[in-house]
């Protein structure tokens, strides 16, 4: 089924495709991905959501593969569906905190966190620091999402966060552009990176002070340096992996 679309419409929404295919592969690149689970999503009206297809490999994301899904999973426009958990997760975070785009993954130092008890970003390396109070945790673990409630509930304890790092589970990063969200993901698992590497040797961590940790977290030129990260992702993957736009 094909979503009619206003001529400015179209020409963002296809440029939403084209970002979001390019953050999917890279985040593979990367070895951000889960196997074939786990869901970038962007939110292009108030009930339509663009989001990658359920057992879609993030290696292989093309634009024109990408869905646009209704408020209820429900496809409008391209083949097959989303996975159950990535609806029943994006639609109510969307809905509820605003954020326009909303990335999920099980990345592994990020993830490794969630599984230590009362396991918390530390403020030890400036990557950390660009997230001082911009965090959130979840630490009840309920299994699968199975129905939107739970994606409610993470709404809730995601509140007006930019990251909700969920118990036993994996991380949500939330922005109002793919640059910045993604952006923000990169940073985060490297943070998280340095971090598990310092804990690795026994010795207790040595922390930013508070004063200058939180002035890392407003630094002036976070919205250009993300969209420098974007631009020069793609220009790698127009030489590379072309078929990524298509």
């Given at each position: 089924?094909?979503?009619?679309?206003?001529?400015?419409?179209?020409?963002?929404?296809?440029?939403?495709?084209?970002?979001?295919?390019?953050a999917?592969?890279?985040?593979?690149?990367?070895?951000?991905h889960?196997?074939?689970?786990?869901?970038?999503?962007?939110?292009?009206?108030?009930?339509?959501?663009?989001?990658?297809?359920?057992?879609?490999?993030?290696?292989?994301?093309?634009?024109?593969?990408?869905?646009?899904?209704?408020?209820?999973?429900?496809?409008?426009?391209?083949?097959?569906?989303?996975?159950?958990?990535?609806?029943?997760?994006?639609?109510?975070?969307?809905?509820?905190?605003?954020?326009?785009v909303?990335?999920?993954?099980?990345?592994?130092?990020?993830?490794a966190?969630?599984?230590?008890?009362?396991?918390?970003?530390?403020?030890?390396?400036?990557?950390?620091g660009?997230?001082?109070?911009?965090?959130?945790?979840?630490?009840?673990?309920?299994?699968?999402?199975?129905?939107?409630?739970?994606?409610?509930r993470?709404?809730?304890?995601?509140?007006?966060?930019?990251?909700?790092?969920?118990g036993?589970?994996?991380?949500?990063?939330?922005?109002?552009s793919?640059?910045?969200?993604?952006?923000?993901l990169?940073?985060?698992?490297?943070?998280?990176?340095?971090?598990?590497?310092?804990?690795?040797?026994?010795?207790?961590?040595?922390?930013?002070?508070?004063?200058?940790?939180?002035?890392?977290a407003?630094?002036?030129?976070?919205?250009?340096?993300a969209?420098?990260?974007?631009?020069?992702?793609?220009?790698?993957?127009?030489?590379?992996?072309?078929?990524?736009?298509?």
């Amino acid at each position: 089924m094909t979503l009619p679309m206003a001529g400015n419409n179209r020409a963002e929404w296809q440029e939403s495709r084209v970002d979001l295919s390019a953050a999917l592969r890279w985040a593979a690149r990367l070895g951000f991905h889960e196997g074939v689970c786990n869901h970038f999503s962007v939110m292009l009206a108030p009930d339509r959501f663009l989001i990658n297809a359920h057992r879609m490999h993030w290696a292989k994301a093309r634009a024109s593969e990408l869905l646009v899904i209704d408020d209820r999973g429900n496809t409008i426009e391209g083949e097959g569906r989303p996975a159950t958990t990535g609806t029943n997760i994006h639609v109510p975070m969307h809905k509820m905190t605003g954020h326009k785009v909303i990335l999920h993954t099980h990345m592994p130092h990020a993830t490794a966190l969630t599984c230590i008890e009362g396991g918390r970003l530390e403020m030890c390396h400036q990557n950390a620091g660009r997230f001082h109070g911009l965090v959130a945790y979840d630490d009840a673990f309920n299994g699968f999402a199975s129905d939107m409630d739970e994606g409610t509930r993470m709404s809730r304890m995601m509140g007006d966060k930019r990251v909700l790092f969920l118990g036993n589970h994996g991380v949500v990063v939330a922005g109002e552009s793919i640059a910045d969200a993604f952006d923000d993901l990169y940073y985060l698992e490297r943070a998280c990176q340095v971090q598990v590497l310092a804990m690795s040797t026994g010795r207790p961590l040595r922390l930013i002070p508070e004063a200058t940790a939180a002035k890392l977290a407003h630094f002036s030129t976070r919205h250009e340096n993300a969209l420098h990260f974007l631009a020069a992702i793609r220009g790698i993957l127009d030489e590379e992996e072309p078929a990524y736009a298509a």
